[in-house]
């Protein structure tokens, strides 16, 4: 299977280059497509992370500093998925930037900042006090895979819905229906996903997808790498080489832009089934959409792993 090009998706995308559409810029493709749900042919989206990247090590090319600048929506996840990125987009758009993460009503996903094995990090309490920026102590760190939580989705839509009619108050009543419909597809491709009502134990290159894994019931993670891809140190491996000696383990899924190599060679040492799955690149194409197609995509992937 490969992954969808990015000139693919955003090609993919229906909507007519014309002058009175809005210019919606976002930093992922995921964003990029709960975007193209809420505003339809009224905007015009680009997500700037390119295939094959990672946003944790990625910065803004000088090219993509003018579509920055000439959108007049910035929607991004923010500083802790992507540093290099956030901080060249800040410095191209100022006040313009919206930090997805900022949304008051979201779940944030607490880890530990040295190795989060257990996967039931969830920080549930009211965060409208909370400082958005202060997303990380020297003993803790905020997962930003927040768009893998169907309920963050839903977030994030109705925020966006909220922008655009104000934008454009003309077609508030598109954009209300558009987030509905946006609303009820991903609630269908969530029916199909797995329940897990046994402790399941699974293996996963890169911490991204506890948001989703939270919707299935009780599942630990033995992980390489933590959510904010940080390097692979001696330490950590030698926890996870013992977690699999000592556990059990269901499969293997690997995101591969993310210790993809390693995660490979243990699922064949350890004969542990390996399932290949992008917290952000969708394979699918089903439902034309890069945020309902990677989620049908995750859930057909747990389906997999967990023989469901």
Not at 168 to 194: C, G, K, S, V
Not at 273 to 288: C, R
């Amino acid at each position: 299977m490969k992954f969808l090009a990015l000139g693919a998706v955003l090609c993919s995308l229906p909507f007519a280059a014309v002058a009175d559409q809005i210019r919606i810029a976002t930093d992922i493709p995921p964003v990029a497509g709960i975007a193209q749900a809420i505003g339809q042919d009224h905007v015009t989206v680009s997500a700037l992370l390119g295939p094959n990247q990672s946003p944790h090590h990625v910065t803004l090319r000088p090219s993509q500093a003018k579509s920055v600048a000439q959108a007049d929506m910035i929607w991004v996840v923010g500083p802790d998925l992507t540093p290099g990125l956030y901080d060249r987009i800040v410095a191209v758009a100022g006040d313009r930037v919206r930090n997805i993460t900022n949304l008051s009503a979201l779940d944030r996903r607490t880890l530990d900042a040295e190795h989060d094995h257990d996967g039931h990090g969830h920080d549930n309490h009211d965060h409208d006090n909370d400082d958005p920026a202060d997303h990380t102590s020297p003993d803790t760190m905020i997962d930003p895979h927040v768009w893998l939580s169907p309920q963050n989705a839903i977030i994030i839509a109705a925020a966006l819905r909220d922008e655009l009619r104000q934008i454009d108050p003309a077609n508030a009543d598109h954009y209300a229906a558009n987030f509905n419909q946006f609303e009820q597809r991903l609630t269908q491709i969530m029916a199909d996903a797995p329940h897990v009502q046994t402790h399941t134990d699974i293996a996963v290159s890169h911490d991204a997808f506890g948001y989703f894994q939270s919707e299935l019931g009780d599942i630990e993670t033995i992980t390489l790498t933590d959510a904010a891809a940080t390097e692979l140190t001696p330490r950590t491996m030698a926890q996870t080489l013992s977690d699999l000696d000592q556990k059990s383990v269901a499969c293997f899924i690997i995101d591969p832009q993310e210790r993809a190599k390693t995660a490979q060679d243990l699922a064949k040492r350890y004969d542990i089934s390996a399932v290949t799955l992008s917290p952000i690149f969708a394979i699918s194409n089903a439902h034309a959409n890069p945020y309902l197609d990677l989620m049908a995509d995750l859930v057909w992937a747990y389906r997999t792993c967990l023989g469901q």
